[in-house]
Nanobody, 125 residues
Framework: QVQLVESGGGLVQAGGSLRLSCAAS????????MGWFRQAPGKEREFVAA????????YYADSVKGRFTISRDIAKNTVYLQMNSLKPEDTAVYYC??????????????????WGQGTQVTVSS
């Protein structure tokens, strides 16, 4: 069993910053990439950012480019999401996910094999 545990969510004012962490543990698996998704109330879950584990190449949704940065610590098996210049529309439950399969794009949630429980991010105006 693979566990992904997110932390770092909370309440922040617009323009502020938060850093989310997601640690992977449990049985060994081939980690091709890890990503962050989010789901706001009444909306579908959407892609935020992803990183290829070995290469370190990163991908972002247009809505967060220039404000969010995804990174990873291979030794700690942890992925991070640094969120700056937060906006009220960033309010959502943020989920981290991991996938073993490769692909040209990393934004499809159905290609991810493991998911965390989610952490709430609330941005007040």
């Amino acid at each position: 069993q693979v566990q992904l545990v997110e932390s770092g969510g909370g309440l922040v004012q617009a323009g502020g910053s938060l850093r989310l962490s997601c640690a992977a543990s449990g049985r060994t698996f081939y980690n091709y990439a890890m990503g962050w998704f989010r789901q706001a109330p009444g909306k579908e879950r959407e892609f935020v950012a992803a990183i290829r584990w070995s290469a370190g190449s990163t991908y972002y949704a247009d809505s967060v480019k220039g404000r969010f940065t995804i990174s990873r610590d291979i030794a700690k098996n942890t992925v991070y999401l640094q969120m700056n210049s937060l906006k009220p529309e960033d309010t959502a439950v943020y989920y981290c996910a991991a996938r073993s399969s490769g692909g040209l794009t990393l934004s499809g949630e159905y290609e991810y094999d493991y998911w965390g429980q989610g952490t709430q991010v609330t941005v007040s105006s």
